[in-house]
């Protein structure tokens, strides 16, 4: 069978897709037959060899798949042979395995999905399972009524639009294209903010009548991070769940006690903190295949590409243009 493995980590490049032994699964295990593959960040930097979770070399990258169970174990009763699936390295005891055409893995890491489910909207779920954390888990004591979102055309920023307007919240979001406010806002966004060429605090208070939000969810960091405190309404939070402009310099406490006047809290964030919490995690997922099984929340596919295509998909996502989640099937 055909998989991708990565041997020495580095750009797109490194990607190699080859022949592979089938996988046996063991009694307690089921063998998926796979038909789409997530592309995300965790894949990324598995690739590049930068994760601080990486599995041993040669790696195989992918991190989420769905498809149909084509064997099971014959300790496994709950299961059949044709039940759809989806599979999340979340749940694996190590991460990535998922970019192959065939994935054996222990029954009790799958989700068994309804029938009517989609199968290239499922593999998204994983995005809107960190969503529902940084919106539910993240803030103070008191619930959020309103959230700015930065950069809400990307694979996490959409699902976080649209868990946030299904959980009944005020949404802003940050953009930096009219492709991209145009996206957005058909997710559900009630207020858009271009970032290169307006002042994000300004229009935030300018949107929300001089209130500020409740919460503000970052990926970006970098030397603006704190001046989303000033975006804050009272007891509001900011969070951050990545640092891909790398991290503040100033003095966090000094810049925190320049707003007491609205107790601000800063909260550092990462799925990783389910690592250890099976059921939390997995019941985060039971509750976005539900959404997705009865239509409340509306995955968006940007591109879709083939296995074969390993190497344009991460190509794509490297670019940062994409809206949405970018999959990949089976060829």
């Not at 055309?153 to 868990?163: F, I």
């Not at 294209?177 to 207020?191: C, H, I, L, N």
Request: charged content about 25%.
């Amino acid at each position: 069978m055909k998989a991708v493995l990565v041997h020495r980590p580095g750009g797109p490049d490194a990607l190699e897709y080859q022949d592979v032994p089938m996988p046996v699964p063991g009694e307690t295990d089921v063998l998926i037959r796979a038909e789409t593959f997530g592309v995300g960040q965790p894949d990324k930097l598995i690739r590049s060899g930068v994760y601080k979770w990486m599995p041993p070399l040669p790696a195989n990258p992918g991190n989420d798949v769905a498809g149909r169970i084509e064997a099971v174990g014959s300790a496994v009763r709950d299961i059949k042979v044709g039940h759809k699936v989806l599979l999340s390295a979340r749940d694996l005891a190590q991460r990535g395995g998922c970019y192959a055409e065939m994935v054996a893995a222990p029954a009790d890491a799958v989700h068994l999905l309804p029938e009517q489910v989609d199968l290239e909207t499922a593999v998204c779920l994983a995005n809107y399972q960190v969503a529902w954390a940084l919106l539910n888990e993240c803030g103070s004591a008191r619930p959020p009524k309103s959230v700015l979102v930065i950069g809400a055309a990307g694979g996490v920023g959409s699902s976080l639009v649209q868990l946030a307007k299904l959980a009944g919240m005020t949404v802003i979001g940050t953009v930096s294209s009219e492709e991209k406010a145009v996206f957005a806002s058909a997710m559900g966004a009630d207020g858009i903010i271009y970032y290169r060429g307006e002042d994000v605090v300004a229009r935030v208070r300018e949107l929300t009548g001089g209130r500020g939000v409740d919460l503000v969810l970052d990926h970006v960091g970098g030397p603006d991070f704190f001046s989303h405190l000033r975006a804050l309404a009272k007891w509001g939070t900011v969070v951050s769940y990545n640092a891909f402009d790398g991290l503040p310099t100033q003095n966090m406490m000094e810049e925190m006690r320049k707003h007491l006047d609205v107790c601000p809290a800063i909260r550092c964030f990462s799925f990783h903190i389910y690592d250890h919490d099976r059921e939390g995690r997995r019941a985060i997922m039971k509750r976005m295949i539900g959404h997705l099984a009865d239509g409340s929340i509306k995955p968006a596919v940007f591109a879709r590409f083939k296995l074969s295509e390993v190497r344009q998909a991460h190509e794509l996502l490297d670019s940062g243009k994409a809206l949405g989640k970018i999959i990949m099937t089976r060829d």
